[in-house]
């Protein structure tokens, strides 16, 4: 059903947009200026709207994104709690793939819209936009819809993906930048120079298994920690690709890239598969070795006696790199306040409380108005709340009769989509269509079953802190557990292959300092080096 807004309706509609633009590889999709300018123009038609606060992210709405929408979930915090307004508000979006291209998701809000009473209007949809009320039955069901094909368009895009980056790792073609310590060799194919191996760049690739060697300590040496390696790298002038030197920080992200023993992931996850024409720099034990130690908790780098405080040192300057300390301002007539600091040389300083909330939550928060209990979620516990994450980071590793059978049914799989691709071109359209859908049901099969394999022989790092096996709540086992340990657990969240490593940047108006949330820089694995 569409609401339109009859002459005799003097009063205007409050309206707030979430706008979201996805961003890779030089290309970014249409921008959050035209979303809004399409915005304004389709309430010419269904206005008029009073602007409200508008919500905004940039980053993928698919369930492979890596990096959260921090606005996304203001923004569902906030139709929940009824702050986005008083019933009747209009939520604007430029399309129904802006808000979620995961149902579960994208159906909470919309259960949120309707239990407060809120309007949803998709500006994309026909000429003008098309406004939705979540409370009527064939609205509700157009909306579901348009989430749910978002998010089987994302998995097929994930699915199609995943068979190039097969193919290309069975003819031994390396995909994707050049990682440090590596150097890839070319040939002309069809007039163009089309990369056919990786191999360890002579001068960088020792560099690299060094590391692993000084991080793990082999040859009876001791382990050395990646602070005194990244000063000894720098006192030898070593330098990464963009010509800056290495923190310990962007060491311990090359540490974590399966690509140097030769092993390939996909969303996160290992594959089975390696590259044929890629040449490890170290053996998969001792990479193995490494993310071992990495994961350890009684490591230097994450646990002690002095510790406080869940941030120290994770939280890192945006100006220097380096590890961001508590610290508290005293001035005279004011109360003191409690921070964050640049630790190194004081570039940067955050409010702690406001910060600890956005990045851990808060667990112990009551309802202002009605003193009841009202627990806030942030990045680390929001993570550590879904339903799945106990079991799956529990997953042990499978014996090795089933691993060899989810490995004989791939092969069938993959055998199968073979003759389908050599098999001749059907002359019916409706063959070359049925023939398309087959294979791209294989290709799921396929992908499915080589990310269950993944998890078959690799457990996660974080399986190291998880409770007794008697709990499953780990948002329980948070309220509990000592600050090393939950120091730990943040440090292997927040990490550039993770969730992203968190950068402060300073404030632009020291008088009237940015809010948190715009402070705040996420930094991924291919960005950190």
């Avoid at 069901?141 to 089987?152: F, R």
């Avoid at 070359?432 to 990310?451: F, G, P």
């Avoid at 998880?466 to 509990?480: A, K, Q, S, V």
Wanted: glycine share 8%.
């Amino acid at each position: 059903m569409t609401l339109q807004q009859t002459s005799g309706e003097a009063a205007a509609r409050a309206a707030r947009e979430y706008l979201r633009v996805s961003k890779g590889k030089g290309k970014t999709a249409r921008s959050i200026t035209d979303q809004h300018a399409d915005n304004l123009a389709s309430e010419a038609v269904h206005g008029p709207w009073t602007w409200g606060e508008a919500y905004t992210d940039t980053g993928s709405a698919s369930k492979y994104a890596k990096k959260t929408r921090e606005d996304f979930e203001r923004l569902l915090t906030d139709l929940r709690s009824g702050a986005f307004g008083e019933p009747g508000t209009v939520l604007v979006l430029w399309e129904i793939s802006r808000l979620a291209r995961e149902t579960g998701r994208g159906v909470s809000l919309i259960d949120a819209c309707e239990q407060r009473g809120y309007l949803i209007h998709v500006t994309s949809e026909g000429e003008t936009g098309r406004t939705y009320d979540p409370r009527n039955y064939a609205d509700r069901h157009s909306l579901v819809t348009g989430i749910a094909d978002a998010e089987k368009e994302a998995r097929r895009l994930s699915a199609r993906t995943l068979r190039g980056l097969n193919s290309a790792a069975r003819e031994g073609r390396p995909q994707g930048q050049v990682p440090f310590g590596y150097v890839r060799e070319y040939e002309v194919v069809d007039g163009r120079p089309r990369p056919v191996a990786q191999v360890p760049d002579p001068e960088t690739g020792p560099l690299v298994k060094e590391l692993y060697e000084r991080v793990v300590g082999v040859g009876g040496d001791l382990p050395e920690p990646m602070y005194a390696i990244a000063k000894d790298w720098e006192a030898r002038g070593v330098v990464g690709k963009n010509g800056k030197t290495f923190s310990p920080q962007s060491l311990r992200a090359m540490l974590l890239r399966p690509c140097n023993a030769g092993l390939r992931e996909h969303n996160g996850v290992l594959t089975p598969e390696t590259w044929e024409g890629w040449t490890p720099i170290v053996s998969r034990e001792l990479f193995d070795q490494a993310q071992r130690l990495l994961a350890d908790p009684t490591r230097r780098t994450y646990t002690g006696e002095s510790i406080k405080h869940v941030l120290t040192m994770t939280l890192k300057c945006d100006v220097c790199g380096g590890g961001m300390v508590v610290m508290t301002r005293r001035k005279k007539g004011t109360a003191d306040a409690v921070g964050y600091q640049c630790g190194p040389k004081g570039h940067v300083w955050i409010p702690k409380e406001e910060t600890d909330r956005v990045l851990i939550g808060d667990l112990d928060a009551t309802d202002p108005e009605t003193g009841e209990p009202a627990p806030e979620l942030g990045v680390i516990l929001a993570y550590l709340s879904a339903p799945h994450r106990v079991s799956a980071l529990r997953q042990q590793p499978s014996s090795d009769a089933d691993t060899n059978a989810v490995t004989a049914e791939l092969n069938h799989l993959r055998a199968e989509l073979k003759e389908l691709e050599d098999a001749p071109s059907p002359k019916t359209a409706r063959a070359r269509i049925q023939r398309t859908a087959d294979m791209e049901e294989v290709e799921n099969e396929i992908a499915l079953l080589e990310v269950r394999l993944s998890t078959m022989v690799t457990p996660d790092p974080l399986a190291e802190f998880l409770p007794d096996r008697g709990e499953t709540d780990l948002i329980t086992w948070w309220r509990t557990a000592d600050v090393q340990r939950r120091r730990a657990v943040a440090a292997l969240l927040l990490a550039p292959d993770v969730l992203g490593q968190v950068r402060v940047r300073p404030s632009p108006n020291k008088r009237n300092a940015a809010p948190v949330t715009e402070r705040l820089r996420w930094v991924r694995a291919d960005e950190a080096a």
